[in-house]
Nanobody, 127 residues
Framework: QVQLVESGGGLVQAGGSLRLSCAAS????????MGWFRQAPGKEREFVAA????????NLADFVKGRFTISRDNAKNSVYLQMNTLKPEDTAVYYC????????????????????WGQGTQVTVSS
């Protein structure tokens, strides 16, 4: 089994920044893609960002492009989400995800593609 533990969430004013971190532990894979999803109250879970094992390929949802950045540190089994210029509509629980893969250049944007999910971290943006 793989455990994913998110951290870095909290309360921030609109226009502020937060950096989410996610550390993977437990079963190891030779390569794995990672991602971030979020779910706001009363809404469906939605894709935010994804990154390949190599880190060379990333994908961001249109509503966060230019504001959020995804990165990873394979030596630390970690993925990060730098969130800048936060808006009240970014308020949600943010989930870290992991998918084992043999393709170091692949990333995934569908929730159903991922094998493992973290418990989530709350991000609240006040206006």
């Amino acid at each position: 089994q793989v455990q994913l533990v998110e951290s870095g969430g909290g309360l921030v004013q609109a226009g502020g920044s937060l950096r989410l971190s996610c550390a993977a532990s437990g079963r190891t894979f030779s390569s794995y893609a990672m991602g971030w999803f979020r779910q706001a109250p009363g809404k469906e879970r939605e894709f935010v960002a994804a990154i390949s094992w190599s880190g060379g390929r990333t994908n961001l949802a249109d509503f966060v492009k230019g504001r959020f950045t995804i990165s990873r540190d394979n030596a630390k089994n970690s993925v990060y989400l730098q969130m800048n210029t936060l808006k009240p509509e970014d308020t949600a629980v943010y989930y870290c995800t992991l998918k084992s893969t043999t393709n170091s250049g692949s990333y995934y944007i569908k929730a159903g593609s991922y094998d493992y999910w973290g418990q989530g971290t709350q991000v609240t943006v006040s206006s």
